[in-house]
């Protein structure tokens, strides 16, 4: 793939124009404001607001897209017409002439029209197909929805050679038998617990990486932009390809892609009957868990101003921070390269604390509690008197104390079919809010508007 070309001083000097012109627009708003007080100040908020929502539908698609459609549309008739009521019609002539200047500036400056907005490049490089590939795939991952056969064949048809598990095979010991053969890009087609021990294999070694999502729910394909619903054509990454680097986490040494879980939800997950009755479990749990008399977690940690907590009812470890905020992207990540991982630490006295907690999560919401505790860190350490519960991965294991987390930075070099989005939701939200900014500035420094 050839190179783009820098920018010239032409683009350059009209992403500035660009920029000018979208501030001279907002003083001229301003003006707007204060001269006809409070109608004016209405209006101009009407005008930003319909500016706002259009500019949201060009970044949004279907239903989001026709309401904010809609909203755009409504606030700015509103605006006009107060305009015309306050005869502030030269300053709604003068705004609309300078930010069609700067529309125009910003085409020319990037080379791209509006529409190009919709499309967002995922991070990474595209490289060429594996010499070697081995796509080791577990049959019975997601109740066997996708038969092994079919993973099979198109792990050939890709120039890849299948290794299905057997029982009493030690996934482990596969994927480096296959390293040792001379792999130079591994594959799982599994669940996310079964992705990070053979991703683990393939960054050790420096392999590239394909994660093939037959597991159950696939949290770590859908923060790589890997789509869930196309297993079998997630496995054209084989052929050409686009290459990230991922971070991997680690506690006491056995790796995760996601995140660990301690407290409240790895004991729940630890109990008889929680895969096929998960709500039903957490209700019948949680007043043993949280109510008077429950002996708590003994779950002991250090915050970052150095200040000793005992007994968190819950503990999450991320690989990278998950958004936790209401709007696009809610609970996947927007990066997995950062290097550091996101630590929640929460105090939860009740079970109606936990009730409330889970259903704010439910509604797409984030915390917003008391004793929530949130932060970001190389490294982590939870003690305990006793082995320690924890979910890794979604996977239930007891652990010896204390727990030490870390993070391994890029060192996974995942790759992605080219048909495939490349990017997560939380991702995709923040590249389209900021894109438009993020080409102009980096063309006014000269680099390539990305």
């Not at 779950?299 to 000793?308: A, T």
């Not at 997995?336 to 409330?356: K, N």
């Amino acid at each position: 793939m050839r190179t783009p070309a820098a920018p010239t001083l032409r683009q350059r000097a009209l992403a500035v124009l660009a920029l000018v012109a979208g501030v001279a627009v907002i003083a001229i708003q301003l003006r707007v404001a204060t001269r006809s007080f409070p109608s004016g100040l209405i209006a101009a908020l009407l005008a930003f607001g319909g500016m706002w929502a259009l500019w949201r539908a060009i970044v949004r698609q279907g239903a989001a897209r026709l309401v904010a459609t809609a909203f755009g549309v409504g606030a700015l008739a509103i605006s006009v017409t107060i305009v015309l009521r306050e005869d502030l019609i030269g300053e709604l002539l003068l705004s609309a002439a300078v930010l069609l200047l700067g529309l125009a500036a910003a085409h020319r400056a990037l080379g791209v029209d509006v529409g190009a907005l919709n499309g967002v490049s995922p991070p990474g490089t595209p490289v060429g197909p594996a010499a070697k590939g081995v796509l080791i795939i577990n049959p019975k991952s997601g109740d066997g929805r996708i038969p092994a056969d079919t993973l099979a064949d198109a792990a050939r048809a890709h120039g890849a050679e299948p290794v299905v598990l057997s029982a009493g095979d030690d996934l482990r010991e596969l994927a480096e038998r296959a390293a040792a053969d001379g792999a130079d890009v591994l594959g799982m087609a599994g669940g996310d617990g079964s992705q990070a021990l053979v991703a683990s294999v393939a960054a050790a070694h420096g392999l590239g990486y394909v994660c093939v999502p037959s597991g159950t729910r696939n949290h770590f394909a859908l923060d790589l932009g890997v789509d869930r619903e196309d297993a079998v054509g997630a496995i054209a990454a084989f052929g050409d390809a686009v290459e990230r680097r991922v971070d991997l986490g680690r506690v006491n040494g056995r790796p995760f892609v996601n995140n660990a879980s301690l407290g409240v939800y790895a004991s729940i997950v630890q109990a008889d009957g929680y895969r096929g009755r998960k709500l039903g479990t957490a209700a019948d749990m949680l007043p043993q868990m949280l109510g008077p008399g429950a002996p708590g977690f003994d779950l002991h940690y250090r915050s970052p101003h150095g200040n000793d907590h005992g007994e968190a009812q819950l503990i999450f470890v991320a690989n990278n921070a998950y958004t936790l905020d209401a709007g696009p992207g809610f609970g996947t990540r927007a990066q997995l390269d950062t290097g550091t991982l996101r630590i929640v630490a929460a105090q939860m006295r009740t079970p109606s604390q936990a009730t409330e907690l889970i259903a704010r999560f439910a509604a797409g919401r984030g915390p917003g509690m008391h004793g929530w505790r949130e932060w970001s860190a190389d490294t982590f350490e939870v003690t305990s008197s006793d082995e320690i519960e924890v979910a890794v991965d979604g996977e239930a294991l007891k652990l010896a104390s204390p727990l030490r987390f870390g993070v391994e930075p890029g060192v996974i070099r995942a790759r992605v079919a080219p048909a495939h989005p490349g990017i997560s939701p939380a991702g995709l939200a923040r590249a389209r809010g900021r894109t438009l900014l993020r080409r102009l500035l980096n063309t006014i420094r000269g680099r390539v508007a990305r």
